[in-house]
C-alpha cells in the first residue's frame, strides 16, 4: 500500500536559512524580483498552514560585489559588511512578504533602530506566538561566524523543530552537483557520517551547535516551488540529517 502523507503539518515551529546567493536568480549581482517573488509566495504558504517561521537570510548576492574590495581589509572589517549585507536581504524579503499582506518583525544583532527591532529572545518567541514571521538579520552580531551559525543559533534560541536549509541544490551530495557530474545524492545520513565524510553541509560552528542539541537538519532547493510546504508536512524532499 502507498505511504499515507500526513493531513497536518509535523512541525510547529521552523528555522528556514535562506541563501543570498540563491536570490540572484540569473544574475551576477544584487536581488532577483522574480526569485524573491517567488520565495514570498512559498514561505506564505508555509504559514497559511499554521507553521511559525523564523528566517535568517545570508548576504552572498550582495557581498560577491565588493568581494574584491575586502580582501586587502581584516577579517573584523569584512564580516561586518558581511552583516549588513544580509541586512538589505532581510528587508528586500520583508517587504516582499508584508506585499502579500503577511505580518513581519525584522530583528537585527546591530542596532539599526530606525529599521529593525534589536534581538531579544523572549521578543522573537513572543512575535512568533502571535504568528509574525520573524527575520533575523545583521548574523550573530559578531566577526568570525558565518549565517549558517547565525541561523543554527537563532534556531536553538527559538526551540525550533528543525532547521531548513534552502539553497540552490536539493539536499547534500558527495560533492558540489554544480560542479562535479558523478556525485552522490544522500536522502537520509546520520550527522557523525556527514562528518567522517567530511561533507559540506554547513560550517563546523554551525553544525557542531545541532549536533550537541541534536537539531534535525534539512537542506533543500529553495527555488523549487512548494519544497518548504512539503517538507512541513511530512513529505521527503531534499536531505535529512539525523543524530541517531
Known amino acids: 500500500m502507498p505511504e499515507t502523507q500526513p493531513t497536518k503539518p509535523v512541525y510547529k515551529r521552523i528555522l528556514v536559512k ?8 540569473d544574475q551576477t549581482f544584487g536581488i532577483d524580483s522574480k526569485v524573491l517573488a517567488a520565495w514570498a509566495k512559498d514561505l506564505r504558504a508555509v504559514v497559511d498552514s499554521g507553521i511559525q517561521l523564523a528566517i535568517v537570510i545570508g548576504g552572498g548576492n550582495i557581498f560577491r560585489g565588493v568581494m ?21 536581504n532581510a528587508m528586500a524579503l520583508q517587504d ?8 513581519t518583525r525584522l530583528l537585527s544583532s546591530i542596532k539599526m533602530e530606525e529599521i529593525a527591532e534589536s534581538f531579544i529572545r523572549r521578543r522573537a518567541i513572543r512575535h512568533l506566538e502571535k504568528d509574525r514571521i520573524v527575520i533575523f538579520g ?15 543559533l537563532r534556531a536553538l534560541e527559538i526551540d525550533a523543530d528543525v532547521f531548513i536549509k534552502a539553497t540552490r541544490v536539493d539536499g547534500i551530495y558527495s560533492a558540489d552537483p554544480e560542479v562535479h557530474d558523478q556525485v ?17 553541509v554547513m560550517d563546523k560552528t554551525a553544525f557542531t551547535l545541532c549536533e550537541e542539541s541534536k537539531m534535525p537538519i534539512i537542506v533543500c532547493n529553495m527555488n523549487e516551488p512548494g519544497n518548504l510546504r512539503r517538507i512541513v508536512f511530512g513529505e521527503k524532499v531534499g536531505s535529512h540529517v539525523h543524530w541517531d
Open 138 to 152: 545583521g548574523g550573530t552580531g559578531n566577526p568570525y561566524f558565518t549565517t549558517d551559525t547565525a541561523a543554527a
Open 18 to 25: 535562506l541563501s543570498g546567493e540563491a536570490l540572484l536568480g
Open 68 to 88: 574584491s574590495t575586502t580582501r586587502r581589509m581584516t577579517r573584523a572589517h569584512g564580516d561586518y559588511m558581511g552583516m549588513l549585507a544580509t541586512m538589505i
Open 184 to 200: 552522490e545524492h544522500f536522502a537520509e545520513i546520520a550527522g557523525n557520517e556527514v562528518i567522517r565524510r567530511g561533507l559540506r
Open 96 to 103: 516582499a512578504l508584508e506585499q502579500l499582506e503577511l505580518q
